[in-house]
């Protein structure tokens, strides 16, 4: 099992953009760019935090399960 996050689908739901998000955290948009695209093995619990707090959404709705065959 994979855990994956849905910042891109957010964004894309919101029309916001990688450079806005990274600027309104104030963190780098290669992190942001990570996030979106699932690359990350780990997750900064501040930084999904704060990802959650932008969007007004639950740390459980930010995440989800990929079986892998």
Do not use: H, P, W
């Not at 963190?27 to 990570?34: H, L, P, Q």
């Not at 996030?35 to 935090?49: M, S």
């Amino acid at each position: 099992m994979k855990v994956k996050n849905r910042l891109a689908e957010i964004m894309k739901e919101t029309k916001t953009t990688q450079r806005q998000l990274a600027d309104a955290l104030n963190i780098s948009k290669t992190t942001i760019n990570t996030y979106a695209q699932n690359k990350n093995r780990t997750y900064n619990n501040e930084i999904v935090e704060a990802i959650c707090q932008y969007f007004g959404i639950r740390v459980e709705d930010f995440f989800y399960s990929e079986y892998e065959q």
